[in-house]
């Protein structure tokens, strides 16, 4: 079974500069993807940026960043010129791209509180 | 696109009485839904997976007979949580996936909070 592990549960950044979200996994497979949402106090899930294995270059969204490291199951998340919006839970998700009873599922890291001072 | 809902958002309930909750992809066809739970500042906890037109697949030690999952069309499945308990309170959010983009990403409903009293 796959495990996904965030290793910070609460993390805190001034306006404007940048922070780093840690997220490690363990999976034996080879295709999958990885996914960073945020969760506002709203609760509603909302996608930051997604990686599939298959590919090296680290994705980006704008302020958002991937540093992904296969060998390493490593996933982080930058954050730049980071804004008050930001501030919400993080969760690093893992989602399996092979066929079987587990194609779908997304298993879920325990969530990173992130603070946004002024 | 791509938009799941989720009804209701909030429900209050006695304990011993049954409550349902509905999920809806608006704009695509979902054969596939999730229902996660989640309790305060913790993280989506898988609880079972339904499958439109058969039974829905449960996680190890989610009682299948408390949490009915019911998936009739391709776009509704629904979650009654039967004679709740106030250890049933918590947060509950289902997910799809529209096979219609090729991203891989799930789209999550608005969460609907029960509690029970």
């Known amino acids: 079974a796959q495990t996904v592990t965030q290793s910070q549960p609460e993390m805190s950044v001034q306006e404007a500069e940048t922070v780093t979200l840690s997220c490690t996994y363990d999976?034996?497979?080879?295709?999958?993807?990885l996914f960073w949402y945020k969760q506002p106090p709203s609760r509603q899930m909302i996608l930051v940026i997604r990686?599939?294995?298959?590919?090296?270059q680290n994705a980006t969204e704008n302020r958002f960043s991937v540093n992904f490291q296969k060998a390493a199951k490593s996933f982080s998340l930058k954050i730049s010129d980071s804004q008050l919006g930001d501030a919400a839970m993080y969760f690093c998700?893992?989602?399996?791209?092979?066929?079987?009873?587990?194609?779908?599922?997304?298993?879920f890291g325990q969530g990173t509180i992130l603070t946004v001072h002024p | 696109g791509a938009v799941v809902s989720q009804h209701p958002s909030w429900v209050i309930c006695k304990s011993g009485t049954s409550v349902k909750i509905e999920c809806r992809s608006l704009?695509?066809?979902?054969?596939?839904m999730f229902w996660y739970r989640q309790f305060p500042k913790q993280s989506l906890m898988l609880m079972a997976t339904?499958?439109?037109?058969?039974?829905?697949?449960?996680e190890q030690g989610v009682e299948k007979d408390k949490f009915l999952i019911n998936h009739a069309s391709l776009t509704l499945s629904t979650l009654t949580v039967t004679s709740a308990h106030p250890e049933d309170s918590s947060f509950y959010i289902c997910?799809?996936?529209?096979?219609?983009?090729?991203?891989?990403?799930?789209?999550f409903g608005e969460g609907s909070r029960l509690t029970v009293l």
């Open positions: 997910s799809a996936r529209d096979w219609g983009r090729n991203t891989g990403e799930l789209f």
């Open positions: 990686q599939e294995a298959y590919k090296q």
């Open positions: 339904s499958n439109e037109g058969s039974k829905a697949t449960y």
């Open positions: 704009d695509f066809q979902a054969t596939t």
């Open positions: 999976t034996s497979e080879s295709d999958y993807y």
């Open positions: 998700a893992y989602k399996s791209n092979a066929g079987g009873t587990s194609y779908g599922k997304l298993t």
